[in-house]
T-cell receptor, first 113, second 111 residues
Framework: KAGVTQTPRYLIKTRGQQVTLSCSPI?????VSWYQQTPGQGLQFLFE???????NKGNFPGRFSGRQFSNSRSEMNVSTLELGDSALYLC????????????FGPGTRLTVL | DQQVKQNSPSLSVQEGRISILNCDYT??????FLWYKKYPAEGPTFLIS?????DKNEDGRFTVFLNKSAKHLSLHIVPSQPGDSAVYFC??????????FGAGTRLTVKP
């Protein structure tokens, strides 16, 4: 099976702009989670989607939103970008029938200038 | 609220020696714990896991220990190899939901 793919891999934006990141999960995986990785903060949980519904949400402002499509592909949107949003954004998918192991994509490196 | 903490940002060990990476958690409801390894420019990959009904799980050179009373888990790598140099994240979840990760520990194994 192909792994989790994320596009684009790198992105440069300026403050105030918005950005959309895309994630395609492993075939058959219906759960997709998003994480933000910054130095010293580790992986901060953003949200999880399952069957097109947001199931869990982390402690991020409303500027961060996401959605999931019927084919389980997911998008994450960040509006009104701030310098502090510069980070690696990781997507992970899992088979909810297999206890908890998540498979991560390579991430999208977002730089906000 | 950092429910999973890895207090050592980095660790350096000599090849062939034991590497011990530590992780503490605050939520007593966590019942499943995992370790992930991350190389630069790649996403984290699953390494080993343990459920709260066990106190030890072993997979080759990797062993995870869980001390529920202390809310502490550790990952032992024996013997350490240069290829083990990576960032290690511990993670915990309640049931099948809402996995929380620590900040990571950068392990460097010197030849």
């Amino acid at each position: 099976k192909a792994g989790v793919t994320q596009t684009p891999r790198y992105l440069i934006k300026t403050r105030g702009q918005q950005v959309t990141l895309s994630c395609s999960p492993i075939s058959g995986h219906r759960s997709v989670s998003w994480y933000q990785q910054t130095p010293g903060q580790g992986l901060q949980f953003l949200f999880e989607y399952f069957s097109e519904t947001q199931r869990n949400k982390g402690n991020f402002p409303g500027r961060f939103s996401g959605r999931q499509f019927s084919n389980s592909r997911s998008e994450m949107n960040v509006s009104t970008l701030e310098l502090g949003d510069s980070a690696l954004y990781l997507c992970a998918s899992r088979d909810v029938t297999a206890f908890n192991e998540q498979f991560f994509g390579p991430g999208t490196r977002l730089t906000v200038l | 609220d950092q429910q999973v903490k890895q207090n050592s940002p980095s660790l350096s060990v000599q090849e062939g020696r034991i590497s011990i990476l530590n992780c503490d958690y605050t939520n007593s409801m966590f019942d499943y714990f995992l370790w992930y390894k991350k190389y630069p420019a790649e996403g984290p990959t699953f390494l080993i896991s343990i459920s709260s009904i066990k106190d030890k799980n072993e997979d080759g050179r990797f062993t995870v220990f869980l001390n529920k009373s202390a809310k502490h888990l550790s990952l032992h790598i024996v013997p350490s190899q240069p290829g083990d140099s990576a960032v290690y994240f511990c993670a915990a979840s309640v049931g099948n939901n809402d996995m929380r990760f620590g900040a990571g520990t950068r392990l460097t194994v010197k030849p």
